[in-house]
């Protein structure tokens, strides 16, 4: 009777490690997305991240916040989950950039955006504001540039335009459209 006693809690052990050695693999992938995985090693990571950058004479120039940022040591490249940034113009005018997922270059001079990017442009007492959607974006802080060369959507303003690529100066706030451009325009009452 001791020897099937000491038998079946070996195997109730052996069982339980097997279970325990399973949820653990499991939940490491989880917590990790799997392109990540593919920069290397994790060197650090942050939940809810917030960053605040001020320009030469101490006026907010962009907010960046995201859900987690990953940094790789050997890459230096840093990667973020559900990004959103706010690019100012003026104390009254801004944009809004949203979307899934992100990265920023080991300079810090490049932001790239992926998947429903989505930008918005407002000042105060703005009811409607311009509204660009895409892809992906490349954005280039020091320049206060941001550029694509997927399709993008833009409206707002009773203005309705899609195009293929798009380069947006936010300092002259001037938008290039690049190709493939159609547009509509309905005035609003």
Request: hydrophobic share 35%.
């Amino acid at each position: 009777m001791t020897r099937l006693r000491t038998f079946l809690l070996l195997v109730l052990i052996s069982l339980v490690v097997t279970v325990s050695i399973q949820l653990t693999e499991k939940i490491s992938k989880q917590a990790i997305p799997d392109n990540a995985r593919m920069e290397g090693e994790i060197d650090y990571s942050i939940q809810h991240f917030n960053l605040t950058l001020m320009n030469k004479t101490g006026k907010m120039q962009y907010h960046l916040s995201a859900d987690s940022m990953l940094h790789f040591k050997e890459s230096d490249l840093t990667q973020l989950k559900k990004p959103n940034i706010e690019m100012f113009r003026t104390a009254t005018e801004h944009w809004q950039i949203k979307a899934n997922g992100g990265s920023i270059n080991p300079d810090g001079d490049q932001v790239i955006l992926k998947g429903q990017v989505e930008l918005k442009g407002s000042s105060d007492g703005q009811k409607n504001p311009l509204v660009i959607t895409t892809e992906s974006l490349q954005i280039s802080p020091d320049k206060n540039t941001v550029s694509t060369r997927d399709n993008i959507k833009l409206s707002g303003h009773g203005v309705l335009i899609q195009a293929r690529g798009m380069l947006a100066n936010m300092n002259d706030e001037t938008i290039q459209l690049l190709a493939k451009v159609r547009g509509s325009y309905a005035p609003q009452h």
